[in-house]
């Protein structure tokens, strides 16, 4: 069957029906073979009452007599009596029931009452022993209202409940197995295709079935593989773009400096216009392969211990000429021994690529402020790095975008100051890659603070 519609309503229409049948032959089980009806213990005593006494008048030969009262139990209780040897003989009662044989058999096999139903009229019998010790079985059919009075509903109750919960419970069981194994294939796969390992399939792992499911895996397959093989071919095209465009700019370095030696004055500050828009364009093609490279990561980042206090104070240290030269200052606020596990030169650049900006952005004679902290998160405790400037900030509507590759913010300074727009999804593509991520908030006096948080090992030795 290649519908999972079509398997899912046979599984329950065949569970139901399977339940519906068990039902009723437990029904025609219990109400057959069971003594624990109230109306079949009546029927006993009753038939108690009057055995001993059939039997007595059956042996003392007063036929007639035994007539009357067997007209009298008829009348009274709807019995019809019938009266059998120990070993089985028919001795007394005409109309002798199709199923007497039956019910005389079992009697003799469990030396105890038994009671059958034949059609409408229910058959009971037992052993009874005369006065002089001589064994008789005493029988009757019943009329159909005894076999419409059970004894202990609970009993039946309970018995039928618990058919109906086993019997759902399996088939329901093996229908949910069914169903949720090609799910969890797919969701595994899925997991491991979005962590990076693109040459993930599905198809192999769920088996000969040819239902919806086959066609999902087929699908995801067929996605799998023509993103890999996209991707693929993004690495191979920056991996050329790279070499294309930097041996022409390493050309045109050689080729400025002997301008430089050969030029005059007047040309030295076209020179140099050219040499910053080489360097840029430099900086530019190093920021798009970092940027690639990190979103294209196919296995797990290092795991290295990292001593973040350590990190913040050399970056600190490194910053400070940037930050010289556009009149401000770069400052740790606060600090702990924070370990974190990583990729250090990942976690320098994120941290990095954030402080370069703040200082870009804060005015004049202000402090690009970095403190580092931890902070409890649920149940885990997480370090965070948050780098403040004393800028214009950005409008709360573009701070989800920040992070965007190429995005540029849309106040009056930061479109004055344009960047290439790369380095805060850097920061965000390796902050992610660590587990962590990135938050940006306008501070109510002014200026944009934005938090790096990252899982937290313990503290940092010496």
Avoid at 77 to 96: I, P, T, W
Avoid at 278 to 299: C, D, F, P, R, W
Wanted: hydrophobic share 40%.
């Amino acid at each position: 069957m290649k519908s999972i519609y079509w398997k899912i309503f046979l599984w329950f229409w065949l569970s139901m029906m399977g339940v519906g049948i068990l039902f009723v032959s437990s029904s025609f089980f219990l109400e057959s073979d069971s003594l624990l009806s109230k109306g079949r213990e009546n029927a006993l005593r009753s038939l108690d009452r009057v055995g001993n006494l059939s039997v007595t008048l059956f042996e003392q030969n007063k036929i007639r007599a035994l007539d009357r009262l067997a007209s009298r139990v008829e009348e009274t209780n709807g019995f019809v009596l019938y009266l059998f040897s120990g070993d089985g003989q028919h001795l007394y009662g005409d109309r002798l029931p199709q199923n007497a044989n039956r019910i005389i058999n079992r009697v003799l096999d469990k030396e105890g009452p038994a009671f059958l139903v034949f059609g409408s009229r229910p058959l009971v019998a037992k052993p009874i022993t005369s006065n002089n010790d001589k064994q008789f079985i005493i029988a009757a059919a019943l009329p159909k209202r005894w076999i419409n009075e059970p004894l202990n509903p609970s009993y039946y109750s309970s018995v039928r409940l618990w058919i109906t919960i086993v019997t759902s419970a399996v088939v329901c069981l093996i229908l949910a197995k069914h169903i949720s194994k090609p799910i969890t294939i797919l969701t595994k796969s899925t997991r491991k295709f979005a962590g990076g390992k693109f040459d993930e399939r599905v198809l192999p792992l769920i088996g000969r079935r040819r239902d919806e499911f086959y066609d999902l895996a087929a699908g995801f397959d067929e996605m799998a593989g023509r993103t890999e093989k996209l991707i693929s071919s993004r690495e191979e095209l920056l991996r050329n773009i790279s070499h294309e465009l930097r041996s022409p700019l390493s050309r045109m370095t050689l080729a400025l400096d002997l301008a430089r030696k050969k030029g005059t004055p007047e040309v030295e500050t076209a020179l140099q216009r050219v040499d910053k828009e080489i360097v840029k364009m430099n900086y530019l093609i190093g920021q798009v392969i970092t940027l690639s490279q990190i979103e294209a990561i196919h296995s797990p980042v290092k795991q290295d211990p990292i001593d973040l206090e350590e990190l913040i104070q050399k970056i600190q240290k490194d910053a400070e000429l940037e930050a010289s030269s556009r009149n401000c200052f770069v400052e740790v606020t606060k600090t702990e021994k924070i370990s974190i596990a990583g990729d250090y030169d990942l976690i320098y650049s994120a941290v990095e690529n954030l402080v370069r900006n703040a200082i870009r952005f804060t005015n004049e004679s202000t402090a690009v402020e970095i403190s580092l902290k931890t902070e409890p998160l649920l149940a885990e405790k997480k370090a965070v790095i948050a780098i403040r400037d004393h800028g214009p900030g950005v409008n709360d509507n573009d701070l989800d975008k920040l992070f965007l590759p190429f995005f540029q913010a849309g106040t009056e300074l930061r479109t004055t100051k344009r960047n290439s727009g790369l380095g805060l999804a850097i920061t965000l593509g390796a902050v992610e890659q660590h587990g962590g991520k990135v938050t940006a908030r306008n501070k109510d006096d002014g200026g944009l603070e934005v938090s790096i948080t990252l899982p937290y090992i313990g503290e940092h030795k010496d």
